[in-house]
C-alpha cells in the first residue's frame, strides 16, 4: 500500500503524559499537514511543512504542540503535558507541492484518548 | 482569522433527490477543494476549483465557484445510498494552508 500512513491507529493516555504520533507520506509528496478532527466537526488546521520546512503554524495551537519532519519525509507531532481537551482524531495529509495547489491524500488518522 | 462556514449542516434526502450544498468564505480564496468523508473514515478528494465562476462537474456531482472566490457550491443531481457521507469543503487564501468548512451531513434514504 502506497498510501499516507499514521501510526498508531489508537493511543489512550492518562492527562499530563506526553504523546507522539508518526506519520508517513506518499513518497513523492513534498508537502505534509497535520489537523485535528472532533466529532461532528471538520478538520482543524493545526500545521503544514514544504518539505523539512515548518511553514505555517496554527495561532490556535499551544506551545504543548509541536511537529518536525526532519529529512522532509516522515513526520511526527508531539503533544506534551496531554489534557482531555485534546481526545480528538489526528490526521496526517501529504500533497505534491511545486508552487500550485494540489489535492491532498488524508492518513487514516490516530485516535487520541486523554483520560 | 480565516472562516469557512457551510450550510445546511444536515440534510435528509430521499433517494433519487438532488442535494446542494453551500460554502462561504469570510476571505478571498485563491482555490477551494472539495472532500467527502463516509462515516468512520478520512477525508477523500473530491475536487479543486482555481479559477473566478469556475465549474466542474463529475457525473452527477456539480461543483461551481463563485465569480468573488468567496463561495462554492457542491450539487449531486439523483442522489443514490452511496452519496452518504459528509461534504467538505476547504479553503486556501494565498498560502497553501487549509481551513475546513463546518461540513454538511447527508444521509439519503432508500
Known amino acids: 500500500d502506497t498510501g499516507v500512513s499514521q501510526d498508531p491507529r489508537h493511543k489512550i493516555t492518562k492527562r499530563g503524559q506526553n504523546v507522539t504520533f508518526r506519520c508517513d507520506p506518499i513518497s513523492e509528496h513534498n508537502r505534509l499537514y497535520w489537523y485535528r478532527q472532533t466529532l461532528g466537526q471538520g478538520p482543524e488546521f493545526l500545521t503544514y511543512?514544504?518539505?523539512?520546512?515548518?511553514?505555517?503554524k496554527s495561532r490556535l495551537l499551544s506551545d504543548r504542540f509541536s511537529a518536525e519532519r526532519p529529512k522532509g519525509s516522515f513526520s511526527t507531532l508531539e503533544i506534551q503535558r496531554t489534557e482531555q481537551g485534546d481526545s480528538a482524531m489526528y490526521l496526517c495529509?501529504?500533497?505534491?507541492?511545486?508552487?500550485?495547489?494540489?489535492?491532498?491524500?488524508f492518513g487514516p488518522g490516530t485516535r487520541l484518548t486523554v483520560t | 482569522g480565516q472562516q469557512v462556514m457551510q450550510i445546511p449542516q444536515y440534510q435528509h434526502v430521499q433517494e433519487g433527490e438532488d442535494f446542494t450544498t453551500y460554502c462561504n468564505s469570510s476571505?478571498?480564496?485563491?482555490?477551494i477543494q472539495w472532500y467527502k468523508q463516509r462515516p468512520g473514515g478520512h477525508p477523500v478528494f473530491l475536487i479543486q476549483l482555481v479559477k473566478s465562476g469556475e465549474v466542474k462537474k463529475q457525473k452527477r456531482l456539480t461543483f461551481q465557484f463563485g465569480e468573488a472566490k468567496k463561495n462554492s457550491s457542491l450539487h449531486i443531481t439523483a442522489t443514490q445510498t452511496t452519496d452518504v457521507g459528509t461534504y467538505f469543503c476547504?479553503?486556501?487564501?494565498?498560502?497553501?494552508?487549509?481551513?475546513f468548512g463546518t461540513g454538511t451531513r447527508l444521509k439519503v434514504l432508500a
Open positions: 476547504a479553503g486556501a487564501s494565498g498560502t497553501y494552508k487549509y481551513i
Open positions: 495529509a501529504s500533497s505534491l507541492g511545486a508552487g500550485v495547489p494540489y489535492e491532498q491524500y
Open positions: 476571505t478571498t480564496l485563491s482555490n
Open positions: 511543512f514544504q518539505n523539512e520546512a515548518q511553514l505555517e
